[in-house]
């Protein structure tokens, strides 16, 4: 099948808007709390409201993918989370924010479903590995970008200086007074906007799945959860997801409230760095996964998370803001590592198994609003140590995991077992 490069570009571009739309609520924590009076509860519904999209939508995204095909799908997700966006930024109330952060939510689950496979038709089943690990890379500059493009804007608006450009003039006349954080939803409006009109100009090739990676029915999936297998790599994935936003959602909120750093500009940027030490980690991983079976560098890089996060919550303000920062890194191979050992644990329904696992996103919802419970019938250092439970999880999924297939590493002796 002839490979299209203008696909492949277009999917890249979209790993990016998924990851800038959605890796910002950390950033925004603290001032959404401020805002709207939050008590640590209400501020955990609110990635529970973005993450729960994950559980609903993630496997009857993948029917509507075989009746709709590709094109469609991705303009109704963009349009989702235009609609979402500018309803916010035009009537902003909790109430309408958990509405847009749902509905944004629902878009990006979509469009994960949707682009997945479309990247291994369009450039090409050879080269897949290489362009999901540039995609996850891309997704990962995209989490650094976004906190800052955030901090960037209500420091501008916040603070007008003579002469500014006319984005900030004009978003300036429609964010309500001490609610500049809102501004950052009109960028998603033009980004996501931008987007609709790209892919509706652009011509799709067909993408034909192969009988293992197509969705299977739903007696295919009831029989998949009746295996104890597929349950305990759900939970894999429903843990790293909670561990992941647990520590990026709520830093900023820490470092705020313990020590007394301002959340708009350090905490935007400690969120910021922590993702992009996330894609580094990720670049390092790939290495160690040439030279190291992959369950040894699941409890490695487990092991050292947990000892980072320890630092965070029990060092000083320069100590915390660093290992905050720095747990990314550590978190980075954990995702894919999951995945992997997951589908090459099985020898049938992968499609289907994989629609389960990406349920296993909602572990970003659950967790959160957990850690918002505990924190407000004791602390937030409390309620973050919720996230060792998952990290501790993550770390056994390296001993228990028995898959088929292992990593092909370097023949360097023995490989490691």
């Given at each position: 099948?002839?490979?299209?490069?203008?696909?492949?570009?277009?999917?890249?571009?979209?790993?990016?808007?998924?990851?800038?739309?959605?890796?910002?609520?950390?950033?925004?924590?603290?001032?959404?709390?401020?805002?709207?009076?939050?008590?640590?509860?209400?501020?955990?519904?609110?990635?529970?409201?973005?993450?729960?999209?994950?559980?609903?939508?993630?496997?009857?995204?993948?029917?509507?993918?075989?009746?709709?095909?590709e094109?469609?799908?991705?303009v109704?997700?963009?349009?989702?989370?235009?609609?979402?966006?500018?309803?916010?930024?035009?009537?902003?109330?909790?109430?309408?924010?958990?509405?847009?952060?749902?509905?944004?939510?629902?878009?990006?689950?979509?469009?994960?479903?949707?682009?997945?496979?479309?990247?291994?038709?369009?450039?090409?089943?050879?080269?897949?590995?290489?362009?999901?690990?540039?995609?996850?890379l891309?997704?990962?500059?995209?989490?650094?970008?976004?906190?800052?493009?955030?901090?960037?804007?209500?420091?501008?608006?916040?603070?007008?200086?003579?002469?500014?450009?006319?984005?900030?003039?004009?978003?300036?006349?429609?964010v309500?007074?001490?609610?500049?954080?809102?501004?950052?939803?009109?960028?998603?409006?033009?980004?996501?906007?931008?987007?609709?009109?790209?892919?509706?100009?652009?011509?799709?090739?067909?993408?034909?799945?192969?009988?293992?990676?197509?969705?299977?029915?739903?007696?295919?999936?009831?029989?998949?959860?009746?295996?104890?297998?597929?349950?305990?790599?759900?939970?894999?994935?429903?843990?790293?997801?909670?561990?992941?936003?647990?520590?990026?959602?709520?830093?900023?909120?820490?470092?705020?409230?313990?020590?007394?750093?301002?959340?708009?500009?350090?905490?935007?940027?400690?969120?910021?760095?922590?993702?992009?030490?996330?894609?580094?980690?990720?670049?390092?991983?790939?290495?160690?996964?040439?030279?190291?079976?992959s369950?040894w560098?699941?409890?490695?890089?487990?092991?050292?998370?947990i000892?980072s996060?320890?630092m965070?919550?029990?060092?000083?303000?320069?100590?915390?803001?660093?290992?905050?920062?720095?747990?990314?890194?550590?978190?980075?191979?954990?995702?894919?590592?999951?995945l992997?050992?997951?589908?090459?644990?099985?020898?049938?329904?992968?499609?289907?198994?994989?629609?389960?696992?990406?349920?296993?996103?909602?572990?970003?919802?659950?967790v959160?609003l957990?850690?918002?419970?505990?924190?407000?019938?004791?602390?937030?250092?409390?309620?973050?140590?919720?996230?060792?439970?998952?990290?501790?999880?993550?770390?056994?999924?390296?001993?228990?995991?028995?898959?088929?297939?292992?990593?092909?590493?370097?023949?360097?002796?023995?490989?490691?077992?």
């Amino acid at each position: 099948m002839k490979r299209n490069r203008r696909i492949v570009v277009l999917i890249l571009i979209t790993f990016f808007v998924i990851s800038f739309l959605t890796n910002i609520l950390g950033a925004l924590n603290p001032s959404v709390s401020l805002s709207f009076g939050l008590s640590e509860t209400m501020a955990g519904f609110l990635p529970f409201t973005f993450f729960i999209a994950y559980g609903v939508m993630s496997i009857p995204s993948g029917f509507m993918l075989e009746r709709y095909g590709e094109k469609k799908l991705m303009v109704f997700a963009f349009v989702l989370a235009l609609l979402g966006s500018v309803l916010f930024a035009s009537f902003p109330s909790f109430g309408v924010f958990l509405f847009t952060l749902f509905t944004i939510g629902t878009g990006m689950a979509i469009l994960q479903v949707v682009i997945n496979p479309l990247l291994r038709v369009s450039g090409g089943e050879e080269h897949y590995a290489f362009t999901s690990v540039l995609a996850q890379l891309i997704f990962g500059a995209a989490s650094f970008v976004s906190p800052q493009v955030y901090s960037w804007l209500v420091t501008n608006i916040d603070s007008p200086e003579e002469g500014q450009g006319w984005l900030i003039s004009t978003i300036s006349n429609i964010v309500p007074p001490e609610m500049s954080w809102i501004s950052i939803y009109w960028i998603f409006a033009m980004a996501s906007l931008v987007m609709i009109f790209v892919v509706v100009s652009m011509a799709f090739p067909k993408v034909e799945l192969n009988e293992e990676e197509k969705i299977g029915t739903k007696k295919t999936y009831l029989d998949l959860f009746k295996k104890r297998i597929v349950v305990l790599y759900f939970l894999g994935i429903f843990a790293y997801v909670g561990a992941e936003q647990g520590i990026s959602y709520w830093m900023s909120k820490y470092l705020q409230v313990y020590h007394g750093f301002d959340y708009e500009t350090v905490g935007a940027s400690a969120v910021g760095n922590f993702w992009g030490l996330m894609t580094v980690g990720g670049i390092i991983g790939l290495i160690l996964l040439k030279i190291m079976d992959s369950k040894w560098v699941l409890k490695l890089f487990s092991v050292l998370a947990i000892v980072s996060l320890a630092m965070a919550l029990l060092g000083g303000p320069n100590l915390s803001l660093y290992a905050f920062q720095t747990s990314g890194f550590f978190l980075s191979v954990m995702y894919p590592i999951i995945l992997s050992l997951a589908l090459n644990s099985v020898t049938q329904n992968h499609g289907s198994f994989a629609g389960i696992l990406m349920t296993g996103i909602m572990g970003g919802a659950v967790v959160q609003l957990l850690i918002g419970l505990v924190s407000d019938f004791t602390s937030l250092k409390t309620g973050m140590l919720i996230v060792f439970i998952a990290l501790a999880y993550v770390l056994s999924i390296g001993f228990w995991a028995k898959p088929i297939i292992k990593n092909k590493t370097i023949n360097l002796g023995k490989n490691i077992d």
